[in-house]
């Protein structure tokens, strides 16, 4: 049996950001990672002081990012994006 406990910590909301576009060296991470995989995909990732970047999950599933985090305007984007999709045969 295991249970899993949130850790009591204090998030510095001025420190949380989300970015329209991630710096090009970070993509080049993130498109090495994903690389031959197609389909949804939900990373979660932290900028180091240092620059670098600290992927803590890959979840190949919208996950609760999208209703909790994501801007509305850029949610709706992304499901109107996956109406239009053609059904995979």
Known sequence: WAEYVWPHVKEIKSRRISHGRMAQEHTAVV??????????????????????????????????????????ALARALFEALDALEPAV
């Open 31 to 72: 498109q090495r990672l994903l690389q031959g995989y197609n389909g949804i995909c939900n990373l979660n990732y932290k900028i180091r002081p240092d620059g670098r970047m600290a992927i803590f999950e890959v979840n190949t599933r919208v996950g609760g990012d999208l209703a909790c985090d994501m801007p509305p």
